[in-house]
């Protein structure tokens, strides 16, 4: 086996995880892990990352929440067609030729660095 091949299936292996324990998109792993490790573009790893999550990524994870009844689906499906035309409008404009991967990188860090703080610091954040 490649040491490419070892280090997707890695990747995957974390992502899949993660997703399965705090319900984060896998992107939010595989993203960073394949722009910092495997050396990719920015662009090409949101691309590679989108299509990897096609189907896989939520539907085991979903069926064991929801034997434990630990699913909302009304809220899930709602939720899921936002997900679809957000989705949408954010690959159309993450791939405008004006949109550099170098800007793309920066944004995205400040995305998780913005949620990380407010996980790390919810008092600042209550009303």
């Known amino acids: 086996m490649s040491n490419l091949l070892i280090q997707l299936l890695?990747?995957?292996?974390?992502?899949?995880?993660?997703g399965g324990m705090f319900?984060?998109?896998g992107g939010a792993i595989m993203v960073p892990a394949m722009v910092l490790l495997l050396s990719l573009d920015q662009k090409l790893a949101t691309g590679t990352s989108l299509a990897a999550q096609v189907l896989p990524i939520g539907i085991l994870g979903a069926i064991v929440y929801?034997?434990?009844?630990?699913?909302?689906?009304k809220h899930a499906i709602i939720i899921?067609?936002?997900?679809?035309?957000?989705?949408?409008?954010?690959?159309?404009?993450?791939?405008?030729?004006?949109?550099s991967s170098e800007l793309?990188?920066?944004?995205?860090?400040?995305?998780?660095f913005l949620i990380g703080f407010r996980y790390l610091f919810p008092n600042l954040f209550t009303r």
Not at 10 to 18: D, E, P, R, S, W
Not at 66 to 73: E, F, T
Not at 104 to 112: A, D, E, S, T
């Open 80 to 99: 899921a067609i936002g997900l679809v035309i957000g989705n949408l409008f954010g690959a159309l404009f993450a791939n405008q030729p004006y949109i």
């Open 10 to 18: 890695l990747i995957g292996l974390v992502a899949g995880v993660a």
């Open 104 to 112: 793309m990188k920066k944004l995205y860090g400040l995305f998780l």
């Open 23 to 25: 319900g984060i998109g």
């Open 66 to 73: 929801h034997r434990n009844n630990n699913l909302n689906i």
